[in-house]
């Protein structure tokens, strides 16, 4: 499950990077709406993937409150997840 988390908070990071400096641009200056649509709906897909998995690994690992919601604040922050994911599941992982 960790392994897994580890990878959607990787793939939920990109998501929003791309949206941010791709395809925001792309639907405001260049008049392009559709590459928005795809990837926001990709992006909303692992945005909430993130959350859900995020409560049951915080369950699984006994983390208290304060890191559960500092690791769901980072899928709401730039380049967040990626911060998250080093800080709080590398070592998780390398122990499990």
Do not use: C
């Not at 690992?61 to 304060?66: D, G, I, V, Y």
Request: glycine fraction near 8%; avoid cysteine; charge should be positive.
């Amino acid at each position: 499950m960790l392994k897994f988390f580890k990878y959607l908070a990787i793939a939920e990071g990109y998501s929003f990077l791309l949206i941010l400096f791709i395809t925001m641009p792309l639907k405001y200056m260049g008049g392009l709406g559709m590459p928005n649509k795809i990837i926001g709906m990709a992006h909303g897909v692992l945005f909430l993937s993130y959350v859900v998995v995020a409560i049951i690994v915080s369950q699984l690992l006994k983390w208290n409150f304060k890191k559960l919601l500092i690791v769901l604040t980072m899928s709401i922050v730039p380049f967040g997840t990626f911060w998250m994911e080093r800080e709080y599941l590398e070592d998780e992982i390398a122990t499990a």
